[in-house]
């Protein structure tokens, strides 16, 4: 999964491609490089610090010059927000996939959108404060049981439903580190798991680097996460990752 920011603000790319030609060209460059989907937000959702709230129709005016030509390309996309509204008007303008970083527990009408779609949808696990004292891996359990029931009562179907622990939010570094480990502590629930780890913040706990500098440390927690029972990764550098990939399954193939 290849991401799109159409943002002034996101953590390692806002204001990039915020002016809809720039957009539209790095989308063709991710999915040119080898991206199976394209993940397209116009509201940084940054753990990190104090992203601007974007109001639903500023959120809907970034998307509408690029979500259509995105969609062109012929690569499923999938829509990054937090509001049902987006999600409804982005699935009817051609989105397969709603990216929900709030794993439905936010806006009430997000899962009757989302069910009413028949779309995939992206469950993801977050948290409004950081406690490094909890159990993060019975922390995510219990808000994917959650979000689960909420997903089973809106009626949308176990088999569109992908899992995500959320690297980077509400957690601390170790907390961060701890879900890729421990990846397969989810397996259970038989669903796809997705994990984004490109450039984020816990990198820079272990090797001190500007997003921009992350990609080697990148690269190491999608392969192993992808070890670990990883289905979908969300990056930024697609090329690279594509390379990473392929190199490891080739070893893998030689054991
Ligand atoms: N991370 C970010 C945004 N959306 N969605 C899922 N499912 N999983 C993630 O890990 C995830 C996500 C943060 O990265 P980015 O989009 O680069 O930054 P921003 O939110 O500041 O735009």
Known sequence: MGVLNVTPDSFSDGGRFLDPPAALAHARRLAAEGADILDIGAESTRPYGNAVKVPLDEERTRL??????????????????????????????????VNDVWGL????????????????????????????????????????????????????????????????????????????ARLDAWRGFGAPLLVGAS????INSIV?????????GSLAAHLLAVENGAAIIRVHDVAPTVQALAVAAAIRRAR
């Open 199 to 202: 450039r984020k913040r816990f």
């Open 64 to 97: 509408a010059p690029v979500l259509p030509a995105v969609v062109s390309l012929g690569i499923p996309v999938s829509i990054d927000t937090l509001k049902a509204a987006v999600a409804a008007w982005a699935l009817e303008a051609g989105a397969a996939i």
């Open 208 to 216: 001190q680097t500007e997003p921009a500098e992350r990609l080697g």
């Open 105 to 180: 527990q936010r806006d009430p009408d997000m899962a009757p959108v989302v069910a009413a779609h028949g779309a995939p949808v992206i469950i993801m696990h977050n948290r409004e404060t950081v406690d490094p004292a909890i159990d993060i891996v019975a922390d995510v359990t219990a808000f994917f049981e959650r979000s689960l029931a909420i997903a089973a009562r809106a009626g949308i179907a176990r088999e569109r439903i992908v899992l995500d622990p959320g690297i980077g939010f509400g957690k601390t570094p170790q907390q961060s580190l701890i879900c890729i």
